[in-house]
């Protein structure tokens, strides 16, 4: 992260998140296999390991060191209320989905069924899967917020620093 530009990364790794739920939206049927449920999820792993590093980098590079205790908690507090409402947003998308595929809301208990019925897999399967696309959507904004990431100062004093030797070099 602090050899690379965080937009390629962060890019890279959004790219690669709203492709994983994408496909995992594609696939999400009762019949799929484990396999295939698994090669998506496990992409989703690798997308999140390159967006979550450079998001925190560019969130506090540019802080001063008296600054950046608070600009850490402020991006780490904003990152969490984003999860919490993510997290609401998908779960009431998932509500209006299975009322949608004719699932509505009963008041039954977990406890009365040790099982789902095979009637309600298809519907069930279709409303996880359509609600997969919020994420894809969210993603994708991420995916054109992170294009417009700064490099980092440590890596344009680095390069400054580089070009200048060169400079220096070449006039020799």
């Known amino acids: 992260v602090d050899r690379v ?47 979550w590093s450079p998001l925190s980098a560019t969130a506090t590079n540019h802080l001063s060191r008296d600054l950046a205790g608070a600009g850490s908690g402020v991006y780490n507090t904003t990152r969490q209320v984003g999860a919490v409402l993510g997290s609401a947003a998908l779960g009431s998308l998932m509500a209006a989905r299975l009322s949608a595929n004719g699932l509505g809301s009963g008041g039954a208990s977990e406890l009365d069924a040790l099982e789902m019925p095979v009637s309600l897999h298809e519907p069930f399967a279709a409303a996880m899967a359509q609600s997969m696309w919020l994420p894809t959507a969210v993603l994708l904004v991420g995916l054109v917020a992170s294009l417009a990431f700064e490099r980092p100062r440590s890596q344009r004093l680095r390069r400054e620093a580089g070009a200048q030797t060169a400079a220096e070099s070449a006039a020799l």
């Open 5 to 51: 530009h965080p937009r390629v990364i962060a890019s890279v790794g959004f790219a690669l998140l709203a492709v994983a739920f994408a496909w995992l939206s594609l696939v999400m049927t009762p019949d799929t296999s484990t396999l295939q449920l698994l090669l998506p999820i496990g992409l989703m792993g690798v997308a999140s390991a390159a967006i």
